[in-house]
């Protein structure tokens, strides 16, 4: 097996911005590490910069292809466990660090997506848990990605320029990448700002015109203190109130499995009618997941116009500048959302090619072009 980012100094740029700017830890707090073992130089750096500050990190590898032999041997007792250890990180845990490294981003799509949703619904108690601790801002969390040749084959790229368009996004090609992380942060507070109090969200594109609304709930400003790289401002559409239609520009990508040409119609806040060019049958079984699934968790605004193509991963593609991205099920309660349901699944609209967003009358966005 080959380990990625072996060598690379921007690797250890990652660690010092995640460590040093997305989650500054105290001396005496604890915090998890975890990820595939191909991510073993981001790690590992996490690691050692924790341990310089005096954090207590606990240290969670695991192997790539784990969870594939998971889904193919597990019997329905199996599926339905759940390890206290599991529950006690999210229940106890300060900090959560987490890096994706994928060897195969398609190694689960032959499995049985009844086989993922009796798993995803056993573990709900440990989503909950994450959900209202990080609301509550006792447990905070940062998810990025290291470079492997996976993602550069998902995004049409050669490894080298992959991790060039990834660490681009991360803004380390600039002279002092936490200064530009900060104003991006005053940017996105201006944005929030503009938004607070309003209430009647229309977006419209191709294949699209939906209605929501967002009255009294809180728009996150996403600084690169969750998501790294980040970029985009995120609330919950009043569960009951969303109405339309919208047509997903690009494919959406859940537990390896990849859907095309998504259209959803919403009433009274429910899909009423999803149908897909590829994996219906997948589309629907995820939206009967449970109660909440077919209803609207999030809506994300992205706002990184560093990035500016489709990669096929859902970190950078949900915060490409001049899209929206509608979440499917777990409301992040922060944002006043109550909609509960075992999955959460990104979808990303393309605007930047005649599509508008108003709100309250007022346009937001015109062509990708965001006008606050």
């Not at 977006?203 to 969750?226: K, Q, S």
């Not at 997948?282 to 449970?290: A, G, S, Y």
């Not at 116009?305 to 001049?322: A, V």
């Amino acid at each position: 097996m080959v380990v990625t980012g072996m060598g690379d100094e921007r690797v250890e740029k990652v660690a010092e911005i995640l460590t040093e700017y997305s989650i500054p830890l105290e001396p005496g707090k604890t915090a998890v590490v975890q990820g595939s073992t191909l991510a073993e130089p981001l790690l590992l750096a996490i690691y050692e910069r924790l341990l310089r500050r005096g954090v207590h990190p606990y240290l969670r590898p695991s192997f790539p292809h784990a969870e594939r032999i998971f889904y193919e041997r597990a019997n329905d007792a199996q599926l339905a466990y759940v390890w206290e250890p599991d529950l006690w990180v999210m229940q106890e845990i300060d900090a959560r660090y987490v890096v994706i490294a994928e060897p195969n981003t398609k190694q689960l799509s032959k499995i049985d997506s009844a086989k993922q949703a009796a798993a995803a619904r056993a573990r709900k108690p440990i989503l909950d848990t994450f959900m209202r601790r990080s609301a509550a801002k006792e447990l905070l969390w940062v998810g990025t990605l290291l470079p492997t040749e996976a993602y550069a084959m998902d995004a049409g790229m050669s490894l080298a320029d992959y991790e060039d368009f990834y660490y681009g996004a991360c803004l380390l090609d600039q002279a002092d990448p936490i200064a530009e992380w900060k104003a991006i942060a005053v940017r996105h507070q201006r944005l929030v700002e503009w938004l607070k109090g309003r209430n009647l969200v229309h977006i419209e594109g191709e294949g699209t015109d939906l209605h929501l609304e967002v009255a009294d709930r809180v728009f996150e400003p996403a600084n690169g203190n969750y998501n790294f790289p980040d970029g985009e401002c995120f609330t919950a559409p009043i569960e009951d109130r969303t109405r339309g239609t919208v047509t997903f520009s690009y494919p959406a990508i859940y537990n390896g499995k990849s859907v095309e040409g998504i259209q959803l119609v919403f009433e009274e806040g429910r899909v009423v009618s999803a149908t897909a060019r590829t994996n219906q049958d997948f589309l629907t079984q995820m939206l009967d997941t449970d109660h909440g699934s077919r209803v609207l968790g999030e809506l994300g605004i992205g706002t990184n116009y560093g990035i500016k193509q489709f990669s096929g991963s859902i970190l950078l593609d949900e915060k490409i500048g001049g899209t929206v991205h509608l979440a499917l099920g777990a409301a992040y309660p922060e944002t006043g959302g109550v909609n509960e349901s075992a999955i959460h699944w990104d979808m990303v609209c393309d605007l930047r090619g005649g599509g508008r967003i108003t709100v309250d009358g007022e346009v937001l966005m015109e062509d990708g072009k965001l006008l606050v």
